[in-house]
């Protein structure tokens, strides 16, 4: 829900932060190094290293956002459009699987939101799969490898849900449980959209 309005303000300081970057230095070299460090964040929750999981998520975000910038700059591939879209998936899969490792009372409410993150996944991935048939295309959230179906759950508010219960971890189990139910609401939102234009008929049909 987020997302476009940051968007306005943070590709400016993005694109000259690219420029620093030599040619050999690849988006997806960056996208790796930015996973690695974010899989760092999952490894200290497990050890209850809150603060330092939050320097690594903070780390891993910013290359997230350098490595879109530095593509553009130097040339977007479609395995760098892949190899982003999933490292951003598999560690929003990894942090609340930290959490439940680092204590059982935790493990029903990482379940529940695990259960919608993977619900968010299923519908954003499969609407834009059809959307990439019907030549679909949008850049509300910046220039993506894929259509980014806007949602009232999207990456803005993941980081700030993390980032929240990593401050504050003894909340985790009713944070978590809230912002499950804002994804799943969101799933709903995407379905709706998804289906009323996939009703519609392809460019060139009747």
Known sequence: ML??????WMDAPLNLAAKLFPQKVSA???TIVGFLI?????????????TLALIFLAINRI??????????????TDLGGYLDITADFLLWALLPLGFAIHSADTAFAAAVLLSSFA????????????????????????????FYLAGIAE?????????????FPHYFIPAALIFSAVVYISV???LMVSIQQLKEPENGQN
Do not use: P, W, Y
């Not at 974010?38 to 809150?50: A, Y």
């Not at 991935?125 to 059809?130: I, R, T």
């Open 3 to 8: 997302d476009s309005a940051l968007r306005k």
């Open 119 to 146: 619900m968010s996944m299923t519908v954003f991935l499969a609407f834009a799969v059809m959307a990439e048939k019907r030549g679909a295309s949008t850049s509300a959230q910046g220039k993506k490898s894929l």
């Open 63 to 76: 290359l997230d956002g350098l490595d879109g910038a530095v593509a553009r700059r130097h040339g977007t």
């Open 38 to 50: 974010g899989v760092l964040s999952f490894i200290v929750i497990i050890k209850g290293q809150f």
């Open 28 to 30: 997806n070299s960056i």
């Open 155 to 167: 990456g803005a508010e993941t980081i700030g849900f993390f980032a929240f219960v990593l401050v």
């Open 188 to 190: 709903l939102g995407r």
